[in-house]
């Protein structure tokens, strides 16, 4: 009889196991990250007809969601591709809860420009903050460093906007204030935080510019 080598390994051993383990909590976390974006999608729709003021632009703002695809990346057990998937599942389930609630529950979304514009940018936006919540909990401090700083740098954007577009003072204090302090809660150490609030601010600026130029081509 001629043996197998060792690194060919049959379906019922425990490292198939182990790896076929692996690969349905995988799936979950992926099917988890959908669902997140769904229900982020549709409290943020709900949120706009509810909430005055301030909270009514908190839940109007892309930065919000983004937040699910930071979370989902932060929380993932694995790297790679998986985060990307996730990533996207998150945003473009986002997309999917705000406009089909819009739909099905309130005067309807219209015509299909807006949520296709949208939907491209979720496949843009989920890789990037996935990828950035993953790398907050790795082992190189440079990448735990922009990781989180890409975090705050998108409310930084939101707070430049709010202020210099709008004009909307106190909507841009809240949103400058979360860019500060959010990409805190990830750091290891205190010089992990305070190198992350740095990077955060020209990150914000350099957000605002992309936006407003993606903004003009897509006429949004």
Do not use: K
Request: aromatic share 10%; glycine share 16%.
């Amino acid at each position: 009889m001629v043996d197998l080598p060792q690194s060919v390994v049959s379906p019922s051993s425990p490292a198939a196991g182990e790896a076929g383990s692996g690969s349905a909590r995988l799936w979950r976390v992926v099917a988890w990250a959908i669902g997140a974006g769904l229900a982020v999608g549709v409290l943020t729709n709900i949120g706009q007809g509810l909430l005055p003021g301030v909270w009514n632009q908190f839940v109007n703002s892309g930065a919000v969601w983004v937040v699910a695809a930071f979370v989902t990346g932060l929380l993932l057990p694995g790297r790679g591709r998986w985060t990307v998937i996730a990533g996207v599942g998150t945003q473009a389930g986002a997309v999917v809860g705000y406009y089909g609630y819009a739909e099905l529950v309130r005067d309807g979304m219209g015509d299909l420009y807006a949520p296709a514009v949208w939907l491209a940018a979720a496949l843009v936006a989920g890789p990037i903050f996935a990828t950035a919540g993953s790398w907050t909990r790795g082992d190189r401090r440079s990448r735990r460093v922009l990781g989180a700083a890409v975090l705050g740098g998108v409310f930084l954007m939101e707070a430049i906007r709010y202020q210099w577009v709008l004009e909307y003072t106190a909507e841009a204090g809240v949103f400058a204030a979360l860019g500060l302090l959010l990409p805190l809660l990830p750091g290891r150490t205190g010089r992990d935080r305070w190198q992350s609030v740095l990077a955060a601010l020209p990150l914000g600026l350099v957000a605002f510019g992309v936006e407003q130029v993606l903004l003009a081509i897509v006429g949004l």
